[in-house]
């Protein structure tokens, strides 16, 4: 049995472009509400604690946030990780390079542990996603394993070219035309993924050529072509809600404001 620490990262080095201004970090966006403590009224749900929400679930009790230079709110917000009973910590990071770079401002923190990866400002069922991926972790020697959700935008989405015992092919960035269904949004992965995106973004302390910056998908495809062991399971029948436009935040306001009120 792997007895290594599960971690989960959560990078938070984004400007929020697309839906700026704000009048606090995109992670805090309130979406929906909690009850108290004492059981008696509500209080605001920000989008983040979902995520950390689910991977408490899932027995991890710490994560990392990676933060740009600013997001102070978030460690005011969250602080030691009492209100989700998991220990949390902060780390800086001033790259502006893409979500990669961000993670591996956590390397010398993370280099030994399973990592359990999720991104705060995406919504998703089902509860149990993180249990579901650790449970199938524990079964295959995987390097990576990603959790699959169907999407509906898959211009806007890292598309999963996935074989039928589930080890991924190729990860798709983007594709104006595709036959392909899933995208991935949550993923666990050992030290050597670890290792390998350290080593790749230290190799190449420069964003991709042409306009786009280097993602996460991007690392995996090169993960993939060194012959890492990438699989992927999916772990939801309904596609998960980003909320980085304004189309999609106005979207998550009102269906968590509507599941609210039944």
Same mark, same amino acid.
């Given at each position: 049995?792997?007895?290594?620490?599960?971690?989960?990262?959560?990078?938070?080095?984004?400007?929020?472009?697309?839906?700026?201004?704000?009048? =606090?970090? *995109?992670?805090?966006?309130?979406?929906?509400?909690?009850?108290?403590?004492?059981?008696?009224?509500?209080?605001? $749900?920000?989008?983040?604690?979902?995520?950390?929400?689910?991977?408490?679930?899932?027995? +991890?009790? $710490?994560?990392?946030?990676?933060?740009?230079? /600013? *997001?102070?709110?978030?460690?005011?917000?969250?602080?030691?990780?009492?209100?989700?009973?998991?220990?949390? @910590?902060?780390?800086?990071?001033?790259? !502006? &390079?893409?979500? !990669?770079?961000?993670?591996?401002? @956590?390397?010398?923190?993370?280099?030994?542990?399973?990592?359990?990866? /999720?991104?705060?400002? +995406?919504?998703?069922?089902?509860? %149990?996603?993180?249990?579901?991926?650790?449970?199938?972790?524990?079964?295959?020697?995987?390097?990576?394993?990603?959790?699959?959700?169907?999407?509906?935008?898959?211009?806007?989405?890292?598309?999963?070219?996935?074989?039928?015992? /589930?080890?991924?092919?190729?990860?798709? +960035?983007?594709?104006?035309?595709?036959?392909? =269904?899933?995208?991935?949004?949550?993923?666990?992965?050992?030290?050597?993924?670890?290792?390998?995106?350290?080593?790749?973004?230290?190799?190449?302390? %420069?964003?991709?050529?042409?306009?786009?910056? &280097?993602?996460?998908?991007?690392?995996?495809?090169? @993960?993939?072509?060194?012959? &890492?062991?990438?699989?992927?399971? !999916?772990?939801? $029948?309904?596609?998960?809600?980003?909320?980085?436009?304004?189309?999609?935040?106005?979207?998550?306001?009102?269906?968590?404001?509507?599941?609210?009120?039944?």
């Amino acid at each position: 049995m792997d007895t290594r620490e599960i971690v989960g990262l959560v990078p938070a080095g984004g400007q929020a472009t697309r839906i700026a201004p704000l009048p =606090c970090s *995109k992670e805090l966006y309130p979406i929906g509400f909690r009850s108290t403590d004492a059981g008696h009224g509500l209080q605001t $749900k920000v989008v983040s604690h979902y995520l950390l929400e689910k991977m408490s679930l899932a027995g +991890i009790t $710490k994560a990392y946030f990676v933060l740009r230079p /600013g *997001k102070w709110d978030i460690p005011a917000y969250f602080g030691d990780g009492l209100l989700l009973n998991m220990q949390l @910590a902060y780390l800086v990071t001033r790259s !502006p &390079l893409g979500v !990669p770079y961000t993670l591996d401002q @956590a390397y010398p923190f993370v280099e030994d542990a399973m990592v359990a990866f /999720g991104f705060p400002d +995406i919504l998703f069922q089902p509860d %149990d996603a993180f249990i579901q991926l650790l449970s199938r972790q524990r079964t295959n020697d995987a390097d990576v394993l990603l959790g699959l959700f169907p999407t509906d935008l898959p211009e806007n989405e890292d598309l999963v070219d996935v074989d039928e015992k /589930g080890r991924v092919r190729e990860i798709v +960035i983007k594709p104006q035309r595709t036959r392909l =269904c899933y995208t991935w949004g949550i993923a666990v992965w050992t030290p050597v993924f670890t290792r390998f995106l350290h080593e790749y973004v230290s190799a190449r302390q %420069d964003p991709l050529s042409g306009s786009r910056e &280097l993602t996460a998908g991007d690392v995996l495809q090169a @993960a993939i072509e060194n012959h &890492l062991r990438v699989d992927a399971v !999916p772990v939801s $029948k309904d596609p998960y809600l980003d909320i980085g436009t304004p189309e999609r935040l106005f979207k998550a306001v009102k269906d968590f404001a509507v599941s609210q009120d039944d």
